[in-house]
Structure formats: structure tokens, C-alpha cells
């Protein structure tokens, strides 16, 4: 017989001015843990803008048996104060972390609070996370990782099930303020990725817990779980699932999806994330029949050599072929697009920018992006041993760019997007999260957004010709500055009353006890 315990599951605080989305991860292991008869109090802290001290307060007020946590790269040192000043007012119950940070991030936590904490357990926890409860044994759970007499020891792989549909639906007490903050609802049609790009913490993530790179719930199942919230009042949904197309059978799952969404009659607009090998004319014209509005492309770059590295298994003219039928249909499109990674070169980078100009209708959190090092990827790994990092921040490992034209761009470009990325921020994320506003407000947060993008591109254009120079790039980034300094205090104001009228608000940072 199981022993019912209690349990908080926490989404902690962030440090981040981006608004606040749900966790679903602990959402599933709120609604298991409740089929199993354990009592859970869920606090979503971050999206209740609750500070340290509050949740603090609320931990040792309900004083549970175990308390887990989720957290992310940017509540770590939250998480971490949090812990110890539990720890410091006599809670004596037990502490689980979990989710993809706290798996890759394993040894840092540890080495942090490695004695004040259970452990972690790794990779999908839905079975792991349960077993937990009963033996309340981080020891004799598999995929744990924990520190036992100061050494890290890690527990062999757990083996998680293929049925997604077996799983109880999420936990949605958070329902209230996902409306409130205009966040559409998060539904998970499908774990995993079938693609392995070398940069990508999906694909690693999975082998935490499995050998299927993709595992989907049936359309059934899926449509059901739309209809049970379309009926609570909800209106959109991000399904965020890394690939919603996993598998290669036709397209007979989406097409399946596609009209059994037809026969609910519900009315939703929703948001996914695809390949460009996923795009194909009649299947995206159906999506969007059925209330596909925008959609989450993993393009890259526009540079063949680059796309091998990164492993995406595509060519160039498949990413833009994928771009001019999304296009053709009216899919607002958020591109993911690395410019720059440590083997730049400045005409690779010429190359980026004529199809960034080409396809600058797509949404791009601005255009000094750069390669993201997050341990455990096969790019970070070789990376490490060809040219070696400066240090981390977060989950990201530093690394400067070899070529000295293209790093002096970088720095150029990076100075100008840094100013004015708490404006950037508010501006795209209406349009990237995306936000639950009407379709109206929708495009005139993404024209506010175009204007930005038209000005990063000119930008660009212009600072191109100084980079053997730093000095002349200083002198023409202060010059660049003056003359869009108006537009940029205009474009502010007129999100500011965006903001007020479509009842948005941005993320506070709640994170001092
Ligand atoms: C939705 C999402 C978000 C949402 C919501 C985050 C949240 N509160 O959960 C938003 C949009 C806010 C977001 C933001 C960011 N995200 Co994000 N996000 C995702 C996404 C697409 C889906 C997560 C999800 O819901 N999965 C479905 C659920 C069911 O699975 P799960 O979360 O993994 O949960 C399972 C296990 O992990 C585990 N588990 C989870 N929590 C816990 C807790 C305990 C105690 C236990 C035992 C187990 C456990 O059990 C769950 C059930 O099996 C993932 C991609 C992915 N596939 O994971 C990226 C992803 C996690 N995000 C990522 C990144 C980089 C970010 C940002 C830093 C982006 C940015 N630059 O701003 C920010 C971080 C902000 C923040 N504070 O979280 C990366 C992480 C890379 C890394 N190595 O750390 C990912 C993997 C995307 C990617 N392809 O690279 N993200
Ligand atoms: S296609 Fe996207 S989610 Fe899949 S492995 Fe590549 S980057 Fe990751």
C-alpha cells in the first residue's frame, strides 16, 4: 500500500523580465502524484510573482514530507538561497530537483548544496518521480544522481513507457492565471525530437530516459485534452512539443489530428514547433484550416557548411522552400537562426544577412544570435576540445570567435542589440511567446517588431564596411545611435499603449528573500 504523503511542487521565481509561462513538467508530476494518492500543493511562484520570502513562508507553513522543484537557468541561484534558508528555519522534510537544467546542471547543483538537498532525479520523472514517493530513497531510484559521503554518485538510466496516452492530463490550477497573464495554455502532443542537430538539448535530453529520439500521444488523446480546455475557456494553446510532426508515416498522425480537431467544432488558435523537412504545402494549408497561426521553424542558417555542423540534416534550399510555403499561407513564422558560433567568417556572415533581408518578415530575437554551448550537446563537447571556453554563464559555455573581422562585428552588433534589449524584449515577446491577444493586436505588435528588425538589418549593413576597425565601428555605432534614437523612444511609447490596451504587463523579477 502506498503511504499518501505531502508534497509542494514548486515552479520557483525567475530572473528574468520575460512574462512567466507555465511549467507543464510539473503540472504532469502534480496530476501523478495526486492519481497516487499523495496530497500536492502546487505553487507556481514565478507566474504568482511571489518573492523568495514568500515562498518561503508558504513552504514551511504547509511543511510537507517532500518538496520538489523544477528550476531553470535563471532561478539556479534562487533556487540555491531558497534551499538554505529552508534548511536554516528547521525544515526537515525532503528535497528533489528535476527538469532539463537541473539533469544537465547536475554537478553544480550538488557541488552547491549537494548536502542539503535529496538529489536530482533526471530525464522524464513521471515513473522515477513516484518511485520516490514510495521508497523515499533517492538511492534506490534509477536516474537519480545525488551526493553520498561527498562523492556524486549517478544511478543507471530508468526506463520510461512509450504510451504518452496513459498519462493522467496536467494538473491546471494555474488555468486562472494563464488567462490573466494572456499566456495561451501549454499542451504536449509528443516528447522528444526525431532530428539530432549537434546543438540541440532535446535530443540529449531524451537519452536520459530513453532510445526513442520521438514518442507521440495519439491525436485522440490529444484533440480530447483541446476540448476539455476549450471547454474551461480557452482559446489558444502552444503545443510544445520540439517536433509535433515526429514521425515519418505520411503525415497520417497530423492529418488524423487535423480532422478530428474538424469534428470537435471547438474554436482554437495554436502555435507549434516543426522542422523545414515537416513543411509541405496541403498539410500546412490544413493546419491552418483548423487554427495553425504561427509555428516555431528551426532554420539555422542559410549556409550549407554551417547546417552539417549543426547536423540539421537539411540543405539550404529546403530551409527556404519551407519559408516561402509558410509564407504563402500566412504563418507568422519564428525562425530559429545562429549567426554567429566560434567559425564565423565575415562572408558567411554576408551570406546570413542577404537571406535575413530576403526573409525578414520572419520573427528573430534580433540578429546577433549566437550559438548557445549547453553542456552535454555533441557540439559542446567538440567545441570544448578544439578551442576550449572563457567560463559559463548560466548554461551557456563562452567562447569568443576566431576570426577577428567577424568577432569585431559581433561586439559592434551585440553593443547595439544589449541597449536596447529590454525594449526588444517587450516587443517580440507579445509576438514570440505568443502572447493570447486578439489577431489585431497580434499584427500590430509584430509591425512595432518589423520596424526594429529593419533597423537591426540597416544597422548591420552599415557597420559591415569598419570591421577590421574598432575604432571606426565605435564611431559608427555612435552615430547609428543618434540617428535612431527618436524612432526607438517612439516605437517604446507606442508599446507602452499596446501594452495598455491589450492588458499585458512585463515580467517583474522577484527574486531577493
Ligand atoms: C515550454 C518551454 C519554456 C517555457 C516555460 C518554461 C517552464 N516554466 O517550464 C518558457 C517559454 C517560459 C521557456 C523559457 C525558457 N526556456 Co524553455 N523550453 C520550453 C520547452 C519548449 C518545453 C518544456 C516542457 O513543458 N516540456 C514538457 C514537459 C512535460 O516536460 P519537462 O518539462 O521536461 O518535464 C519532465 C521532466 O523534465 C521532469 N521534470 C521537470 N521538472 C521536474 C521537477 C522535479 C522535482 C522532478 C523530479 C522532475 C521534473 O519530469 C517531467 C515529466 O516527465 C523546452 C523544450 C523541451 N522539450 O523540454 C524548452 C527548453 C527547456 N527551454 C530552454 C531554454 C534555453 C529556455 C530559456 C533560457 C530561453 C531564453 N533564452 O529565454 C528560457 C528560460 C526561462 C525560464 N525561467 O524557464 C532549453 C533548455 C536548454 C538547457 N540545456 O537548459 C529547452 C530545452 C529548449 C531547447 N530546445 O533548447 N521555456
Ligand atoms: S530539429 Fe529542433 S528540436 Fe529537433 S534535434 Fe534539431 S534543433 Fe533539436
Redesign the pocket.
Same mark, same amino acid.
Given at each position: 500500500m502506498t503511504v499518501s504523503k505531502k508534497i509542494v %511542487?514548486l515552479?520557483p521565481p525567475?530572473n528574468?523580465h520575460?512574462t512567466? /509561462? /507555465?511549467? %507543464? !513538467?510539473?503540472e504532469? %508530476?502534480a496530476a501523478e502524484s495526486i492519481e497516487c494518492g499523495h496530497k500536492v500543493d502546487y505553487v507556481d511562484a514565478?507566474m504568482s510573482e511571489m518573492n523568495l520570502k514568500q515562498v518561503g513562508k508558504i513552504i514551511l507553513e504547509k511543511n510537507p514530507d517532500v518538496i520538489? $522543484?523544477?528550476p531553470? @537557468?535563471?532561478?539556479f541561484q534562487i533556487v540555491i538561497d531558497l534551499v538554505l534558508f529552508l534548511r536554516s528555519n528547521q525544515y526537515k522534510g525532503q528535497i528533489? =530537483? !528535476? *527538469? $532539463?537544467?537541473?539533469?544537465?546542471e547536475a554537478e553544480s547543483l550538488l557541488a552547491a548544496i549537494g548536502s542539503q538537498i535529496d538529489g536530482i %532525479?533526471t530525464? /522524464?520523472?513521471?515513473e522515477? =518521480?513516484q518511485e520516490?514517493l514510495r521508497t523515499g530513497k533517492i538511492c534506490d531510484v534509477s536516474g537519480s544522481i545525488y551526493q553520498y559521503q561527498g562523492r556524486i554518485i549517478r544511478n543507471p538510466r530508468q526506463k520510461v513507457s512509450d504510451n504518452l496516452d496513459s498519462l493522467p492530463l496536467p494538473l491546471r490550477e494555474t488555468f486562472s492565471l494563464v488567462r490573466k497573464l494572456k499566456t495561451p495554455s501549454?499542451v @504536449?502532443g509528443s516528447?522528444g525530437c526525431r532530428g539530432n542537430c549537434s546543438f540541440?538539448?532535446?535530443a540529449c535530453?531524451q537519452q536520459f530516459s530513453t532510445e526513442k529520439r520521438w514518442r507521440g500521444r495519439s491525436p485522440k488523446n490529444i484533440v480530447s485534452e483541446l476540448v476539455d480546455l476549450s471547454k474551461k475557456g480557452e482559446d489558444m494553446v502552444?503545443l $510544445?512539443?520540439?517536433n509535433f510532426f515526429g514521425q515519418r508515416d505520411d503525415k497520417q498522425r497530423e492529418k488524423r489530428f487535423i480532422q478530428l480537431l474538424k469534428d470537435s467544432g471547438i474554436n482554437m488558435r495554436f502555435r507549434l514547433s516543426l522542422r523545414v523537412d515537416d513543411v509541405e504545402d496541403d498539410i500546412i494549408e490544413s493546419f491552418k484550416q483548423v487554427g495553425l497561426f504561427a509555428v516555431s521553424l528551426g532554420v539555422e542558417s542559410f549556409v550549407q557548411k554551417k547546417l552539417n555542423d549543426f547536423a540539421k540534416g537539411v540543405t539550404v534550399k529546403q530551409n527556404i522552400r519551407a519559408l516561402e510555403i509558410l509564407h504563402k499561407h500566412d504563418i507568422y513564422v519564428q525562425m530559429g537562426h545562429i549567426m554567429f558560433w566560434p567559425f564565423t567568417t565575415m562572408a558567411e556572415i554576408e551570406e546570413e544577412l542577404l537571406f535575413l533581408e530576403k526573409f525578414k518578415w520572419t520573427v528573430t530575437k534580433g540578429i546577433c544570435t549566437k550559438l548557445?554551448l549547453?553542456? *552535454?550537446t555533441r557540439i559542446t563537447k567538440r567545441l570544448y576540445s578544439e578551442i576550449g571556453f572563457k567560463g559559463k554563464e548560466?548554461?551557456n559555455n563562452l567562447y569568443e570567435i576566431i576570426d577577428s573581422k567577424a568577432n569585431n562585428f559581433y561586439y559592434a552588433l551585440r553593443s547595439w542589440t544589449k541597449e536596447f534589449s529590454p525594449l526588444y524584449e517587450q516587443v517580440i515577446d507579445p509576438v514570440s511567446?505568443p502572447k493570447n491577444v486578439t489577431q489585431q493586436m497580434y499584427e500590430s505588435f509584430y509591425k512595432l517588431y518589423m520596424r526594429l528588425k529593419e533597423m537591426d538589418l540597416e544597422v548591420a549593413k552599415r557597420l559591415i564596411p569598419y570591421v577590421s576597425d574598432p575604432i571606426k565601428l565605435q564611431k559608427t555605432l555612435e552615430q547609428l545611435r543618434k540617428e535612431f534614437s527618436e524612432s526607438l523612444v517612439l516605437i517604446g511609447n507606442q508599446t507602452d499603449h499596446l501594452y495598455n490596451q491589450a492588458g499585458l504587463s512585463i515580467g517583474q523579477c522577484n527574486t531577493r528573500i
Open positions: %511542487l515552479s525567475a528574468t520575460r512567466p /509561462e /507555465e511549467c %507543464l !513538467g510539473l504532469y %508530476l514565478w520538489g $522543484i523544477s531553470s @537557468m535563471d532561478s528533489v =530537483f !528535476g *527538469g $532539463i537544467y537541473a539533469s544537465f %532525479l530525464g /522524464e520523472a513521471d522515477t =518521480f520516490f501549454h @504536449m516528447r540541440c538539448s532535446v535530453y502552444k $510544445i512539443d520540439d548557445f549547453a553542456d *552535454g548560466g548554461a511567446s
